[in-house]
């Protein structure tokens, strides 16, 4: 999922989120289960209230799940 130059942009509802933390997931940038049998795993994210989150499409972020400008640089 870390092969774009730019986020993805996803209007979220409230809930508990897991973004992909392996780079394997088949429906990025959500976790689907493909980290299984590896040490990774994904990143447990609350929602507290429905907003558009950025979350990192290029894999460089600081800030991960979140995208932090790293794929301007
Ligand atoms: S599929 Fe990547 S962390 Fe679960």
Same mark, same amino acid.
Request: hydrophobic content about 20%.
């Given at each position: 999922? %870390?092969?774009?130059?730019?986020? %993805?942009?996803?209007?979220?509802?409230?809930?508990?989120?897991?973004?992909? &933390? /392996?780079?394997?997931?088949?429906?990025?940038? %959500? /976790?689907?289960? =493909?980290?299984? &049998? =590896?040490?990774?795993?994904?990143?447990?994210?609350?929602?507290?209230?429905?907003?558009?989150?950025?979350? /990192?499409?290029?894999?460089? =972020?600081?800030?991960?799940?979140?995208?932090? &400008?790293?794929?301007?640089?």
């Amino acid at each position: 999922m %870390y092969e774009q130059k730019k986020p %993805y942009v996803i209007e979220e509802e409230p809930g508990i989120k897991q973004y992909c &933390g /392996c780079n394997k997931t088949k429906k990025p940038p %959500y /976790c689907d289960g =493909s980290h299984k &049998g =590896s040490p990774f795993k994904p990143f447990k994210v609350e929602i507290k209230e429905k907003k558009t989150v950025n979350i /990192c499409g290029c894999g460089k =972020s600081q800030n991960l799940p979140f995208c932090d &400008g790293s794929h301007l640089k």
